[in-house]
């Protein structure tokens, strides 16, 4: 896949990328959790870095078998951790999204919904737990960032993107 940064998708999936590690740096890393998350986030990472992530593995991050995924996290959080949980499934789900199109995959139907507005609500509930302001200043980095990469014919790379804000 060639990303290109002036592509509205991209700018989005770095700026949830950037989210859903601020969270992820939160969890307790001792929790049972945690491991599950940090290695779908490495998953998305991996993707925006060298487009290498093989796509059938994001569905096991999301919802598999032995409940041992993003979805179930999600359901059984506590009430305090609910709001976090819901934000990390929604910025996995977004860019599992982009991964798929991207790879000309037919959607399945647990992410058929995922559109400009759910990615809004990201943003929002992001707002809500302090993960970012209302202001607008990390989505202009971003866009800065990507149109920087695609002017200068440069890689993604995950330690700048977490550096711009």
């Known amino acids: 896949m060639q990303i290109e940064p002036n592509n509205k998708e991209i700018n989005k999936v770095v700026l949830l990328a950037y989210i859903g590690e601020i969270i992820v740096n939160k969890i307790n890393k001792k929790a049972e959790k945690y491991i ?13 870095e060298d487009q290498s992530a093989e796509i059938w593995d994001i569905y096991d991050f999301l919802d598999n078998e032995d409940e041992d995924d993003l979805v179930n996290y999600y359901v059984t959080a506590s009430e305090n951790e609910k709001k976090e949980y819901g934000v990390i499934l929604g910025v996995v789900s977004f860019i599992a999204y982009n991964i798929i199109i991207d790879n000309q995959e037919p959607i399945p139907q647990f ?5 400009e507005e759910y990615y809004n609500q990201i943003i ?7 993960i970012i302001d209302s202001s607008g200043k990390l989505e202009n980095e971003i866009i800065d960032y990507c149109s920087k990469i695609e002017n200068e014919k440069l890689g993604f790379v995950k330690t700048q993107i977490m550096s711009l804000c």
């Open 36 to 48: 599950r998350v940090r290695e779908a986030m490495n998953f998305c990472w991996k993707w925006i």
């Open 111 to 115: 992410l058929g919904g995922i559109d």
């Open 124 to 130: 929002e509930e992001a707002i809500q737990l302090n």
